[in-house]
């Protein structure tokens, strides 16, 4: 593989966490952990993100909210004006190119390392094809979760990538990477910290191929590379477009282009219809006019695989990488792109495209939406225990009001009933998220939401009931209030889990909470990423390698070569094809 940058003088990985990591970029070979000991790893697996979790939804609601507030504050797109500004080339040995395409896989370890597992693998064989290891490797956003913290990248990104590939083979892939929302959290200080550098560029047997946060990348066959960083759907930047006018008096109508970007807007625009806008203005402004083609649109951020095949292009969502799954069967049949409403006064002909495969199908996606029931108290006890609270001092509130009790210990002990009742229903309102002003409006969000809330009202009525039938409520006081919190609340934290389940079951039917429904699950399996094939002749295809069922136990490889991996899966793992491969020519 041939690549305009010059081979960095020094080899050594200084971003390692461990004298464990690796020591060279080209093969000399790195001590390797004798155990799953996180003091042998050089970092810590993590378990995956309770998305549920009160202390986690309230501070991902805050990091949003700055993020929207000060989001063009903090951002350092204007500063990357100052970087390099290189045009890379990746070219196979055979003149042709392997390239793979992985988002959102900064979860859970035994997700994310299973993909990362595959990837770093010197061969696949997948229903009959022998697919090589990519000499090019693309993170398509959301490499961490839940925030941008650099220990957090170590951890759930750097970390399993690193014990997946130790030390770069002799084709010394390259790897690119878009940010993601989640990258974003921090003003990309930290993406830019592991992806952008000017030393010891490497990560993992990967080196890292760029400058800034976006990327041009020439490929066989006048085939090109560009990713985008759109600061979570907001613009695009001046330099970002100055950098793209460049690459652009590089392309003719002979060049064909995949454009990878952090979020399908193509399909979020049914909803939000100036989601596609700043793509849309991309190719329209930046690649039209040379007369190339973009066929092929990749992104991540929606956690599964869904390809759109259309007239010019095809649109493919791969957001599979490590984080939970969310769900396929709600995904329109039909799309067009540009929608027809957006709000843009010079968009481009609207064109249609049909849902042509997804993976895990809809049938199965429709199974897992069942088994919310059992997974969220057990994924999420924290938000088990927040509603066992909620319900608690309902049921105090509510018991307070029909036994009319007067004491001064009780009083001052007691939580008013109206004002219990009006945040019991406005949280489950503001649960269901209405849509703002900058989507389309739907009366189901408030009728789900308010009726979720009111459901819940009458759980609280009927448990004050039942408490008020229990001869703990005649104990002395304050030993009524002790005996609830010991037993009314565990009790009814479970059974208020299980209503909230229902309401999301029910809710994700009509396409409320849809994202709520599996993130509260925290599905490991069904994970995916996409290799494709450039031959010399120009013609692509695209293979999406999906894994049913990701490994759940791990220990130490006992091939010890440099470049294999640290862990091996005690069983093996599976991959096959999520749908036939694609061609384009």
């Excluded at 999420?380 to 007067?406: E, K, Q």
């Excluded at 759940?552 to 091939?559: E, G, L, T, Y």
């Excluded at 091996?568 to 694609?582: D, G, I, M, V």
Aim: charged share 20%; proline share 9%.
């Amino acid at each position: 593989m041939t690549d305009d940058r010059a081979p960095d003088d020094d080899p050594q990985d200084g971003a390692a966490a461990s004298p464990h990591a690796s020591e060279a970029a080209g093969g000399r070979a790195a001590r390797r952990p004798r155990s799953t000991d996180p003091r042998e790893l050089g970092f810590t697996p993590r378990k995956p993100v309770p998305w549920l979790a009160p202390f986690l939804l309230i501070s991902t609601g805050i990091r949003t909210l700055l993020a929207m507030l000060f989001g063009a504050y903090l951002d350092k797109r204007e500063l990357q004006n100052a970087f390099g500004d290189g045009i890379f080339r990746q070219v196979g040995p055979d003149g042709g190119l392997w390239l793979d395409y992985v988002a959102d896989l900064g979860d859970g370890f035994n997700a994310t390392y299973s993909v990362a597992y595959l990837i770093a693998q010197r061969e696949l064989e997948v229903d009959g094809h022998r697919l090589p290891r990519a000499q090019t490797l693309v993170m398509g956003g959301d490499q961490v979760y839940p925030s941008a913290a650099y220990e957090a990248y170590e951890d759930r990104c750097k970390g399993p990538y690193q014990a997946a590939l130790p030390v770069s083979p002799p084709e010394r892939p390259t790897l690119f990477a878009v940010p993601g929302n989640h990258d974003w959290y921090d003003g990309l200080t930290a993406f830019l910290r592991l992806f952008v550098r000017s030393r010891d560029r490497h990560f993992g047997g990967w080196d890292t191929g760029q400058s800034r946060s976006y990327f041009a990348v020439e490929l066989p066959a006048d085939w090109w590379l560009l990713g985008l960083d759109d600061q979570s759907g907001s613009y695009l930047d001046d330099p970002q477009l100055t950098y793209f006018d460049k690459v652009a008096e590089r392309l003719g109508p002979q060049s064909r282009v995949i454009l990878t970007v952090p979020a399908p807007t193509w399909v979020k625009a049914v909803d939000h219809p100036t989601a596609y806008d700043s793509i849309d203005y991309f190719i329209r402004t930046i690649i039209a006019p040379t007369g190339a083609q973009v066929r092929l649109l990749i992104s991540g951020d929606l956690h599964h695989y869904a390809r759109y095949a259309g007239p010019d292009r095809q649109l493919i969502t791969c957001g599979s990488g490590g984080a939970y799954l969310y769900p396929t069967h709600k995904l329109p049949e039909r799309i067009e792109v540009p929608p027809r409403d957006t709000l843009a006064r010079r968009a481009s002909t609207s064109r249609p495209y049909d849902l042509a495969g997804r993976y895990p199908d809809a049938a199965r996606s429709r199974r897992y939406g069942w088994g919310i029931f059992p997974r969220l108290p057990l994924r999420n006890p924290g938000f088990t225990t927040l509603l066992g609270t909620l319900h608690t001092l309902l049921m105090l509130a509510m018991a307070g009001v029909v036994s009319n009790r007067t004491g001064t210990e009780q009083r001052l002990f007691s939580v008013p009933l109206v004002a219990m009742l009006v945040v019991t229903v406005l949280a489950a309102a503001f649960f269901a998220k209405p849509p703002s002003s900058g989507g389309k409006r739907h009366a189901r969000h408030w009728i789900l939401g308010v009726g979720h809330g009111l459901a819940h009202v009458g759980l609280a009525a009927a448990g004050t009931w039942a408490w008020l039938a229990l001869p703990l409520y005649d104990w002395p006081w304050p030993l009524p209030a002790v005996a609830a919190a010991v037993v009314y609340g565990p009790v009814s934290g479970l059974v208020a889990s299980q209503l909230v389940a229902a309401y999301l079951l029910v809710a994700g039917a009509f396409g409320v909470n849809v994202n709520e429904l599996f993130a509260g699950q925290g599905i490991e399996d069904a994970k995916a990423f996409l290799r494709l094939r450039i031959d010399p002749d120009g013609r692509l295809t695209i293979y999406p390698i999906a894994v049913d069922r990701v490994a759940r136990h791990w220990q130490v490889n006992p091939d010890q070569s440099p470049e294999s991996s640290w862990l091996a899966p005690k069983h093996p793992l599976r991959p096959r094809l999520a749908e036939p491969p694609t061609t384009l020519t």
